[in-house]
């Protein structure tokens, strides 16, 4: 066979019709002026072209180079609304970007698939091997460059390249999406200085004399009642009625009874993790921050020894020391008598049904030392008989006073207690003939009372049941029939809460410039984060990734053009038409097209002529696949391709 080809070949030399082969090397100039000159002799065939350039297929390549510039301005557009506030101009670039994704990979697409037939057209005309050039031509996806790289079995770099290329695709649609450019909220973290009612307020009180008792004592009673009456909602809450933050004490281990740690308080909607029914007067920052400072405050410790029935005579002949004189005649007197006495509402001149007494010898102590603990006793009328004194619950407690700093955590005003260390409590002068008004003056015991010796109090059931709920009219308490602890902690509440009443008026209003509070409005550093609102945020990993696959697909672009149009063959890798290309079937039929024609212009030429793949050895034991127009099955013996036949 071999031989024979050698023959054909020899044969095809004597004949001077058929022109020399052309070599793959590129000519030098005198060669191609020797071409020109003897192709100029000869007579051009009919219907013979010469490669053009496409005006349109250039001015097409010129719009691909400026799409990718399209997507370079996107991306500056966004990199420019980093970190600038939300607006009418980043929403649309946002919007842009929710079209990118989309817009993009046919973009990439265009661009990608036209340059690697444009590096095959253009190497092709010096020669390449057909494996590279089916590798260059037929990748036009993804898919397509996978499926060269596992058929062909060529692993090569450039099919390589060619995957890594279309997997561009996807990844830079993705860097152009919402993941370019996100809204976040952006904070500012300052130091400012938040303010808050120090504890100094508690070194004075109006109570401690007539003409002042006269002008506040119903606006004390209006703060202490209005406290002691809140919902349950409210009285468990970390503020109260008025919005102030309540100071709470964390649960200290036995070890831990003078530490100086911070600890967290229990987050809980309970009304006994609080000292105090009132919360601390501050003032924080705007609506669209956070804080968190630290406030100085003092509170009353109270610890209870006994919680007892018994009458006020058995009381009277225990006492083992004289009892501080009350404003209302009781208490232990120069004589040495001892008079237990309930005291009398000013305007019935009614006694009421509880009464508080302090130790002489301990409230000696507590003026030279505050550290030094009073001693007290709280009794309330218990409705039974008794052959001596009236029947009473007594409880026998110490009172000391604690200094307490507590963290607050704002959103905006709204504060709330999140953690606590102890502190020395600091009280001048005022502040304990203060703490003496409270405890002799029997307004303590005047609060909440029922104006009728036969009936309770408001103080006695929420001591009694831990809050106030309907006063029966025949209700009394036993208080000595709760167990000691919820006493105790109940008792520190209301006392806390009237002596905080007692000592200023800022708690329901928050002025802390007026004449009274000013004095008392101390300043605290505070960690001060601001939201500064929705900002733009440019995400630069994707921006870097996006920049860089867009440059990427400027440089195909600009290659495709500039190959595009130093190319000098047609444009016939891909189309269907090529195959008429010295197509034997298709001479005799006025279907000779220059080979000149790109594929496009070649299938519209030939457009209304019908083709099949056939067998054009139907009746030979070997068969040969070939692409014919229809209608010549007569003359050449074309048959349907079958799986049974062989074919050479």
């Not at 100029?40 to 799409?67: I, T």
């Not at 966004?78 to 980043?90: H, I, M, W």
């Not at 008598?337 to 302090?358: D, E, G």
Request: net charge neutral; aromatic share 10%.
């Amino acid at each position: 066979m071999r031989a024979g080809f050698r023959k054909q070949q020899s044969g095809d030399a004597s004949n001077s019709s058929i022109p020399e082969s052309v070599p793959l090397t590129r000519k030098t100039a005198e060669a191609s002026s020797q071409v020109t000159v003897t192709s100029g002799e000869d007579k051009a065939a009919p219907g013979a072209k010469s490669p053009q350039r496409s005006f349109l297929g250039l001015a097409l390549d010129c719009v691909l180079v400026l799409l990718p510039l399209a997507f370079v301005g996107l991306l500056i557009a966004a990199a420019l609304q980093d970190k600038k506030p939300e607006s009418v101009v980043g929403d649309r670039i946002q919007d842009a970007l929710l079209l990118s994704p989309t817009i993009f990979p046919i973009v990439f697409a265009a661009i990608c698939g036209k340059t690697m037939k444009s590096i095959a057209l253009y190497r092709s005309q010096d020669g390449m091997s057909l494996l590279l050039l089916e590798h260059l031509s037929g990748a036009s996806s993804l898919f397509s460059a996978l499926e060269r790289v596992v058929i062909l079995r060529s692993f090569g770099a450039i099919g390589i390249v060619t995957i890594v290329m279309w997997l561009l695709s996807p990844l830079g649609g993705q860097a152009l999406s919402l993941r370019l450019l996100s809204k976040q909220h952006l904070y500012a973290n300052t130091k400012q200085n938040a303010t808050y009612l120090g504890p100094e307020f508690l070194n004075s009180t109006a109570l401690d004399s007539g003409s002042g008792t006269q002008s506040h004592l119903s606006r004390i009673t209006a703060i202490y009642l209005s406290a002691l009456l809140s919902s349950a909602e409210v009285q468990g809450s970390p503020r109260d009625v008025w919005g102030n933050p309540k100071t709470e004490i964390p649960h200290w281990g036995p070890g831990e009874t003078d530490a100086s740690e911070w600890k967290p308080v229990i987050s809980t909607n309970h009304t006994a993790r609080f000292v105090n029914l009132i919360g601390l007067p501050v003032k924080a920052f705007g609506d669209k921050t956070t804080s968190e400072f630290v406030v100085s405050s003092i509170y009353m410790e109270v610890r209870c020894s006994s919680l007892e029935y018994t009458d006020t005579e058995t009381f009277k002949q225990n006492l083992k020391g004289p009892l501080v004189t009350s404003s209302y005649t009781g208490g232990t007197f120069p004589n040495g008598t001892t008079s237990i006495v309930f005291p009398k509402m000013p305007t019935t001149n009614a006694r009421l049904t509880t009464f508080l007494y302090v130790s002489n010898a301990s409230w000696t102590r507590f003026e030279s030392d505050i550290t030094q603990p009073l001693e007290i006793f709280f009794g309330a009328r218990v409705w039974e008989t008794s052959t001596l004194g009236l029947p009473i619950s007594l409880a026998t407690c110490t009172v000391v006073p604690r200094g307490l700093e507590t963290k607050l955590a704002c959103a905006g005003h709204v504060c709330r207690a999140v953690a606590a260390r102890k502190q020395p409590a600091e009280l001048k002068g005022g502040g304990i003939w203060a703490v003496r008004a409270i405890m002799t003056r029997g307004h303590f015991c005047e609060m909440g009372t029922s104006y009728s010796s036969a009936k309770t109090g408001m103080t006695e059931r929420f001591i009694f049941d831990g809050f106030v709920g309907e006063m029966g009219q025949d209700h009394s308490t036993k208080l000595y029939q709760i167990p000691l602890a919820d006493f105790e902690r109940r008792f520190q509440q209301v006392l806390n809460t009237f002596w905080y009443a007692a000592t200023s008026q800022i708690f329901s209003n928050g002025n802390f410039s007026s004449f009274f509070n000013a004095p008392y409005a101390l300043q605290t550093p505070a960690e001060v984060i601001e939201d500064l609102g929705l900002h733009y945020v440019c995400h630069w990993v994707w921006f870097g990734l996006a920049l860089a696959i867009v440059f990427l697909l400027e440089g195909l672009a600009i290659t495709n053009a500039v190959l595009r149009f130093r190319t000098r063959i047609p444009d016939i890798f891909g189309y269907v038409s090529s195959l008429t290309i010295g197509n034997k079937y298709c001479e005799g039929r006025d279907l000779e097209q220059s080979s000149a024609l790109d594929g496009l212009e070649r299938a519209r030429a030939l457009g209304h002529v019908q083709f099949q793949l056939a067998d054009v050895k139907g009746g030979e034991d070997v068969g040969r696949i070939a692409f014919v127009p229809r209608g010549s099955q007569d003359e050449i013996g074309m048959s349907r391709v079958m799986f049974h036949r062989y074919y050479d």
